[in-house]
């Protein structure tokens, strides 16, 4: 009896093998993953870069609407006081963006406005600008433009 157990105890680590060997579907997730990773990455930053142009234009679209907000409602906007206004709202956006867009940088952002009278007495302003500083990691430069019509309370003036 003493050698039957010893028997079965040698005959089990010697039969064991020494290394195990991998079958069915134990590796598959890995390399699953492994495929599918850049795919993953790629959506990702695609999205991230979509939500930065998102942003610089909706930046760019609230700057250049309170520009002609501030020249809507001015009767001579080329003077000193509305000229330190828009310079503060283009400050202004340049220093509390989350992303920097300095637009107070006149190679990087161009600007400017017209006034057109309407049928009735009150005039249109309209403001154009364009934003060429955006540098994204993929997509290179990337050039912003809008224009906004405005209603104002002065028809006939005209600007830059």
Sequence with gaps: MWFVGWNLIWDFKVSKPRFKRYTGEKGQSIVEFALFLPVILLVVFVAI???IIAYYRLLLNQALTDIARTIAVTENPDNT????????????YSENALVAMPLDNNA???????????????????????YQGMRLPFISDYVIS?????????????GP
């Design 49 to 51: 870069q979509i939500t």
């Design 81 to 92: 006081v509305c000229q330190n206004r828009i310079d503060s709202i283009l400050d202004f």
């Design 108 to 130: 990087l952002f161009t600007w400017g406005w017209e006034r057109e009278a309407t049928a009735g007495l009150h005039g249109v302003v309209i403001i154009r600008g364009v």
């Design 146 to 158: 809008d224009s906004i019509c405005y209603p104002s309370v002065y028809p006939t003036a005209s």
